[in-house]
């Protein structure tokens, strides 16, 4: 019988791992090589991971895995949680603590787990959830071990082994064993892994098993590529999949995109109001874009986002009536009723999944999976194409943000998926120009009329304030956040421009005393009031990784600080011009009359470039840090 199979296939996994274990005291601390402590917070002694796929639609997973904790910055890897939804179920947990000998000090009880909410505090409806635990040790060092099982009534996702999970987290061993039938196709990516799998196929099972042993701990350094290109990571995936009534293949984006599309379809069909209010608002209009922008903020105006993730609600969208019924929904839901307003009108329009998070490049686009966990619309018309987050109640057509750009994503229609890239941001799109008047007065106060456009991904955060914000929310941020040493703002506004590339106009008045120091006849003061640098990189002649640059900008400044009668330029710093294969600088500073003339414009290029580099970078930024602070001297005459 299949359940007395079971049982004693998962006796003999525990009993596999205890004899791997056997003996006494083996998480003693002493017991780890010395290469293995240095830099390291954590320290993986063991990790055996076993996944089985039972069925086309089930499978179950077994995890063991003990970490030491050497001190206070790896206690967050200390923290157990496991999730569970309608799909999958807990079957069991165990945990143990141990101290720097060895010993066992206690065992994880029922009573001890937490069962809480896995979502969001966006999130309306889900039935995700989460067991978690901590043994809440502070004597260093100690070691947890856990050990979990799960059952799956779906098989979309394989797990991802990554047996390096932070930086300064060293592994002794770490396990990952598939079990599938014979005749499946288990698809898989090594990324960072000596060798092939160990593959053995016995009666009607066949299995695959990675191992890697005696991994050091790396240490983060700036501008480091994505962590999956620096340690080895293992992506998993099905062929035949199943999730709940409805049989997908993952064997290529086309065939996963179709899987998607049987998921959406019948779910375009709108109310007979809605339909004449489409007909209403678009059809007066010649140019698609415009028909497209209207529709939009009809979305917008009359939907907001909320999560709702129930069993194959996880992928599947709730149809276009829902959402205009009530008035909200999620990614999914209402990238659907964008797409289907936009049908209604007769536009054509792809529902599209992202991979969403500021600047994201961990992806691997020769790999088809399931790597996404957002959707947007994507509306080509001739010579464009319109992009459309659909979540927002406030962005404009055709910009995606940070948040969605500049990465791979999967158009779905009836043919299957096709991967494209979402729009990039560069240089001059990601623009910072910001305009100085102000004035010193012989007690060093200073007045400042500060006037900057943000434009591009410069503008996002700035967006998402002064729409989220109250008035004296926004004031109590700038209040804080001006990089001045004493000062106050007393007045400012904003405006956006909706433009293709959306910028918004800050207008802040600020006043700062003792910006200006007096000694004597001289006056000492810095010309660049705000727009400072902040990063000042260390040397590193060990430097180990390329540097990867995500995101390129620009900012332009120029200011006119009128000073007191009286005084003369004595001491100015030399105009600077730097240009790097990292970007360019120029500062300039002069005199004239009875004010300060200053010039600032940097630009910062993204891409990937060798790790012997990074001395040049970091002459580059420390040169620029050096530079914003620069102080001119004015000498007062007799």
């Not at 100690?142 to 009534?153: A, C, D, G, L, M």
């Not at 790097?580 to 470039?609: A, C, N, P, Q």
């Amino acid at each position: 019988m299949s359940w007395l199979r079971n049982i004693i296939i998962s006796v003999l996994f525990m009993t596999l791992n205890l004899s791997l274990w056997a003996g006494e005291e083996p998480y003693a601390v002493s017991k780890i090589p010395a290469y293995l402590l240095k830099n390291a917070d954590v320290v993986k002694r063991m990790e055996d991971i076993r996944f089985e796929l039972l069925s086309i639609g089930k499978a179950r997973q077994f995890v063991k895995y003990a970490i030491t904790v050497l001190n206070e910055r790896g206690d967050e890897h200390a923290s157990f949680g496991a999730y569970y939804d309608k799909l999958k179920s807990i079957e069991s947990i165990e945990g143990t603590l141990y101290d720097a000998n060895g010993k066992k000090i206690r065992s994880l009880k029922k009573s001890d787990l937490q069962d809480l909410s896995g979502t969001g505090g966006s999130t309306f409806m889900a039935d995700t959830r989460i067991k978690s635990h901590n043994f809440h040790c502070s004597l260093y060092p100690y070691t947890v071990e856990y050990e979990v099982e799960y059952r799956y009534n779906y098989t979309m996702f394989f797990p991802r082994w990554t047996p390096v999970d932070d930086y300064n987290y060293a592994v002794e061993q770490s396990r990952i064993t598939v079990v599938c039938p014979a005749d499946y196709v288990v698809r898989f990516k090594m990324l960072n892994y000596p060798g092939q799998p160990l593959i053995q196929t016995e009666k009607s099972n066949k299995s695959y098993a990675w191992e890697v042993k005696n991994i050091a701990a790396i240490e983060n350094e700036y501008a480091t590529p994505p962590f999956s290109e620096l340690t080895p990571v293992l992506y998993l995936g099905p062929s035949a999949f199943k999730v709940e009534d409805y049989e997908g293949n993952m064997s290529s984006w086309q065939d996963f995109g179709k899987f998607i599309y049987a998921l959406n379809q019948g779910r375009d069909e709108l109310p007979d109001n809605v339909k004449q209010k489409v007909h209403e608002l678009a059809d007066p209009m010649q140019d698609p874009r415009d028909k497209i922008r209207v529709l939009y903020k009809f979305l917008q105006n009359n939907t907001r986002y909320i999560s709702i993730q129930l069993g194959i609600g996880g992928w599947q969208p709730y149809n276009a009536k829902y959402v205009a019924t009530k008035g909200y929904g999620d990614c999914k839901a209402l990238a659907n009723y964008m797409y289907s307003l936009l049908k209604e009108a007769g536009i054509k329009s792809y529902y599209t999944l992202a991979n969403s998070g500021d600047f994201q490049t961990d992806f691997i686009s020769d790999f088809p999976s399931s790597q996404f966990d957002h959707v947007i619309l994507c509306a080509p018309i001739q010579k464009d194409t319109v992009w459309l987050e659909c979540t927002s109640q406030n962005l404009q057509a055709g910009y995606l943000s940070g948040f969605t750009s500049n990465r791979p994503v999967l158009l779905i229609d009836e043919k299957g998926g096709t991967l494209v890239r979402t729009p990039k941001y560069g240089l001059n799109e990601n623009l910072q120009v910001r305009r100085i008047k102000a004035s010193v007065d012989n007690s060093g106060l200073l007045l400042a009329d500060i006037k900057t456009t943000y434009k591009g991904i410069q503008q996002d955060d700035i967006f998402e304030r002064i729409h989220y914000l109250a008035k004296d929310k926004l004031m109590e941020y700038l209040r804080k956040e001006i990089d001045l040493p004493q000062y106050d703002v007393s007045n400012f506004n904003y405006s956006e421009q909706n433009d293709r590339i959306p910028s918004i106009d800050e207008n802040i008045e600020i006043t700062a005393i003792n910006y200006a120091s007096i000694t004597g006849r001289r006056l000492f003061l810095a010309p660049n009031i705000i727009s400072k640098s902040y990063y000042k990189p260390n040397p590193d002649e060990t430097r180990k990784y390329p540097i990867q640059i995500r995101y390129e900008f620009q900012d332009v400044d120029s200011s006119e600080i009128k000073i007191p009668a009286g005084y003369v330029a004595e001491s100015l710093p030399p105009e600077l011009k730097l240009e790097t294969k990292f970007g360019k600088y120029t500062e300039s500073v002069k005199f004239l009359s009875d004010k300060i003339i200053y010039y600032r414009k940097m630009e910062r290029y993204s891409g990937k470039f060798p790790a012997t580099d990074y001395p040049e970078l970091v002459k580059f930024y420390n040169q620029i840090y050096k530079a914003d602070r620069s102080k001119i001297v004015l000498v007062k005459n007799e």
